[in-house]
């Protein structure tokens, strides 16, 4: 692929970033969770999260540059990097950050990516993906664990927490994949770097959403 279109770069840039404030979010998840006695394989998994996550960045950062955007870094902002105030408590915090990024975000991250690698063939494309989806499928397990360590800890106040946010969070994440079906169709140069078109997004969602997620939290008697 000799020059990858506007809209490939930013995709990819703007993946940099989520990667980075993945890492950072973790990391300070991981130091509330230590705070609040969470069991030690939790922990560790958290701590490869953090590192999974930086890696993911310096693939994504290795892509765009071999895509032709490497003149252009990519721009963080160090307020989004910061996850939850304990304004309401630490386990709030740990709540919040383990539903929000984890149950909903990783948990639909995995049939995002594994579209975006079914269909990429761009190689340094499919190998940051290749990498990109093993890494997600633990990080998804993850957030179901650290929930259940929630509800032991504090089943009341973690189930009445989740279920006052989860409609704030559940239409966020529907605003970002799902609200734009009618955006233009990728071309093919665009699909096998990586793409999929927003209405794929917007399906894949709503079926993670209902099939997936609703699934998991009524069995922990939460309603979403």
């Known amino acids: 692929m000799s020059a990858a279109s506007p809209r490939v770069l930013r995709e990819w840039r703007n993946r940099v970033v989520a990667e980075y ?19 030690r394989d939790v922990l560790a998994t958290a701590g490869r999260i953090v590192q999974d996550e930086l890696d993911h960045a310096d693939l994504c950062h290795v892509v765009v540059e071999n895509l032709g955007g490497g003149d252009e870094p990519a721009v963080l902002d160090v307020g989004a990097l910061l996850g939850p105030s304990e304004g309401d408590g630490l386990l709030a915090a740990v709540v919040d950050t383990v539903v929000r990024d984890f149950c909903l975000g990783e948990t639909l991250a995995v049939p995002l990516f594994r579209a975006m690698w079914e269909g990429a063939t761009v190689p340094v494309v499919r190998e940051a993906l290749t990498r990109i989806l093993r890494d997600e499928a633990v990080h998804r397990a993850f957030g179901w664990r650290a929930l259940d360590v929630l509800l032991e800890l504090d089943a009341e106040g973690t189930r009445a927490r989740a279920e006052a946010l989860l409609p704030k969070w ?12 009618d955006a233009p169709l990728l071309q093919a140069e665009e699909r096998s770097a990586g793409l999929i078109d927003l209405h794929e997004y917007a399906d894949l969602f709503e079926t993670a959403l209902e099939v997936d997620i609703r699934r998991r939290l009524r069995s922990r008697g939460i309603a979403a």
Do not use: K, N
Request: a positive charge.
């Open 21 to 39: 404030r993945s890492a950072a979010r973790t990391a300070a998840l991981l130091h509330r969770m230590v705070l609040a006695g969470f069991p």
């Open 170 to 181: 559940i239409e966020q994440y529907r605003a970002a994949y799902a609200d734009r079906r």
